[in-house]
């Protein structure tokens, strides 16, 4: 089992970033696929980012691409999203997740998940 805690949420102003973190503990090599979703109220979960452990590849939804960048520090099992340029449509709770499989960003297709974290951007 992989347990994964994300922390970093909070408000910010139209324009500005945060900075999400999701560490994963547990069994630590049972995941291929790292990422980020989102839900805002009302809506369905969505897809944000993703990165795999072994190549460090990275995918985005459109609608983030270039202005969020993801990455992850092995040495600390640590997942970052770096969110710039952030917008109130951005407003929503963020989830990390995990798979054991190299995944995209369906999120039926993921294992393991974070209790979520709040992120909130003023107009």
């Known amino acids: 089992q992989v347990q994964l805690v994300e922390s970093g949420g909070g408000l910010a102003q139209a324009g500005g970033s945060l900075r999400l973190s999701c560490a994963a503990s547990?069994?630590?090599?049972?995941?291929?696929?790292i990422g980020w979703f989102r839900q805002a109220p009302g809506k369905e979960r969505e897809f944000v980012a993703r990165?795999?452990?072994?190549?460090?590849?990275?995918y985005y939804a459109d609608s983030v691409k270039g202005r969020f960048t993801i990455s992850r520090d092995e040495t600390k099992n640590t997942m970052y999203l770096q969110m710039n340029s952030l917008k109130p449509d951005d407003t929503a709770v963020y989830y990390c997740?995990?798979?054991?499989?190299?995944?995209?960003?369906?999120?039926?297709?993921?294992?393991?998940w974070g209790q979520g974290t709040q992120v909130t951007v003023s107009s």
């Open positions: 997740a995990a798979s054991s499989r190299v995944v995209f960003g369906a999120k039926s297709d993921y294992n393991y």
């Open positions: 547990g069994r630590t090599d049972g995941y291929d696929t």
């Open positions: 990165i795999r452990r072994s190549s460090s590849t990275t």
